[in-house]
């Protein structure tokens, strides 16, 4: 299966990025984006971030959800700290966002599994009473790690950089596309969309395999008629190669 056709789903520019790395592997990159990114343009909204940002000196600490949250917090700090703040701890979830804020220099570190899920036991031997925490993250994101967060007492506030939107296809995209062997879904919101342009276009694509980033995903992806889902134990590139090279090496034994 060296030439195997794997549909891409993450939002881009990461789509693109995740494209280039797999067809040097040697395998086929086929891209079809299931969310889409919008930075925040509202005047009132701005603002909003804009003070946030500037007081972000007065949290002890900043999670960062995903890479677009990594990426365009980083084209605020720029703009609003010449010099980051050095009391606060910055973390991403999972490696790809992580490794986002150190290549723009955010001294940034990553619990050691890849999901909300894992930050969370990570945590728990810090103590979160009186904290103060702020998530950067997309409109309407899922609430389980704040509210986690402050039942053990921390004090959790959210900044939305970004709002996400699906993406609109006809049925002539999916008509078009080649035959596909492998599914890469990045995130539950992404398996939504999918799932639903699947049910329309492509139902015979349910008997596909596909990776998922945590075992909550796979277990959602089951529930809506995936039958062949599992996990990748992390949305991020290298995570996700590796479930294919085992993915791959089982399909030749």
Known sequence: MQDCRILITRPEPE???TCERLNTHGWSAVPLPM???FPLKDTNKKAVIRAQIF????FDYVIFVSKNAARLACDWLDECWPMLPANVHWIGIGQGTTQTLLNEGVPALSNPGHTTETLLDWLKPARMRDQKILIIRGEGGRPELGNKLEERGAKVSYLSLYERKKPQYSAQTFFMLPDINLIWI???E???NLSEYVSLHKPEWKVLPVLTPSIRV???AKKMGWINASCANGADDN???KA?????GKQND
């Open 186 to 188: 990045t995130s539950g």
């Open 190 to 192: 992404s398996l939504l």
């Open 244 to 248: 294919t090279e085992f993915h791959i």
């Open 15 to 17: 789509n693109t990025l």
């Open 35 to 37: 969310m889409e990114i």
């Open 239 to 241: 995570s996700m190669i």
């Open 218 to 220: 796979a277990q959602q």
């Open 55 to 58: 007081d972000i000196d007065t």
